[in-house]
């Protein structure tokens, strides 16, 4: 491995931050859309859920390409993670909405 | 791992593409994700087959603390990843102190996950109802994972503190295996706390 | 290390070639028994004897003695045939054993391995034997007694985790300080899986039914599933560590000096 030039490495450290301000943004913003203990009865919207399913997706993808560094990995594992990510989350939706 | 044709090269490129961490190490995680998936999924059919019982139940977990577990999860994740840069940097000292607030996190997440864990516990909801079983089961086999990752930036941090050896390569296996755990808990925040 | 030890042993490998490589000829048949043991448990439990898949657990005790009766014969065939071969437990951790002594992370690895498999094998396979062919035998008993020997073999079978969870934690550590590469380090990653999983078998000892109850997805297939494949991936890589084997490797038991 050649050695890490300083360009190469600030810009890696500020992928870092923004990935991480992203994903608490998500977090919180998530946290908004469901609502607490002290709204009604029933269950979540359907339009919710779906958005609740692409945050969770988008934070996931977040973790993988930002902090897992999948970014700069070779084809095969960019696809095994989106393959994992797009199946699990899909799965998880549809057996909700069913 | 790396390009083919690496004889002449014009420029250099902006990016070699290189596996982070080691081959096993992703045979570790593709497969703990494919399992915690399986589980995730048997999940949602189960809340599928009693929907109202599980939305009833998912009502007395306090999202609130839920929010702060994937914050300081997070932030421990950032500090993991900042201290893999540390690394190739060649600062090990400051990777040293990042991999410890990276642990200090974590046992922080537990704590809190431990708070939540009594506080359910006193409020009657234990593993009788069934949306209670999968959660001390789902959050048990994270913290399962959490506790393996405590251990496993221990082997890194030993790592750092001999100079002799230093190897990145180790460095970045074991932070791996720590977002792994981050990534877990940001799918079991949505499905346990979120989706109601 | 092993490139230190083989140097001398290469000269003296000449002379005395044919002693080693007889030795080495006991190490593929061991794996062999090893290989036709693992079929042989698989057709007895799945096929003969119906532990898995498993039976219900929230059946009444008519209904667990009815499916006892049911299917006497296949328990009585199938269980009796695993009772006398049941010492190839022993050959399997045997095998596995030896090429983890040959690891560098120390024999002590090997010894506990060996130990807690051994221990294990009794509620994770003995008693499930000895409770249904006693129910099979003797199914003149009271229901109660029956509906009894029907759960404790099931939870003795799949709920015994201890030393299964010791075994793979001793595994796990040995492959991952190993510096002479016999097994590769995913497999002690695949190792990992199947503490993790042996711990949620703990759930079904409180659940009658449901995903965690012990014919439950997540206590029983998914562990089922990863169960087989860590023994497929120790097949292989036993297969290709006996393979590695040659007239060149160090025995295990020489003097202590020579080491």
Known sequence: ?98 | MTAPGTTARPRPPARERRLPGDADMWVMILGDLFIFGCYFVTYMVFRAMSADEFTASQRHLDIDVGVVNTVVLLTSSLFAALAVLAVREGASRQAQRLLLATGACGVLFTLIKAYEWHAEISHGHTIHDEFYSFYFVLTGVHLVHLALGLLVLGVAGRELRNPRRRRPAIVEQCVLFWHMVDLLWVVIFALLYLMR | MTDTDAAPADEGAEEFGEPKRAGKREVRLVYWAFTVFYTALSVGICLLGRATPPPRPDVTRAQAAAWLYQHHLGIQIGFVFLLVIAGGAAISNGIIGYFMKRMSSGKMLAYAYIATMGVGAVPGFQVLLVCWLTATFRPDRSPDILYLLYDLGMLSYNGSLGCFTAAYTVLAIAVFYDRNRIFPKWFGYVTVWQIVTEILASQMWVHHAGAFAWNGMITLYIAIAIFGLWVACLLVLLRKAAGRESAHTPALYEAEGAR
């Open chain 1, 1 to 98: 491995m050649s050695a890490p030039d300083d360009r190469l490495l600030r810009k890696d450290r500020r992928t870092v931050f923004a990935a991480w301000a992203a994903l608490t943004a998500a977090t919180v913003l998530a946290r908004f859309l469901s609502p607490g203990e002290s709204q009604s009865a029933t269950a979540l919207g359907d339009e919710l859920v779906a958005a609740i399913v692409v945050l969770g997706l988008v934070k996931c993808r977040l973790v993988l390409r930002c902090f897992m560094e999948v970014r700069h990995a070779p084809r095969w594992l960019r696809f095994a993670t989106d393959g994992w990510l797009a199946v699990l989350w899909s799965a998880l939706l549809v057996i909700y909405l069913i």
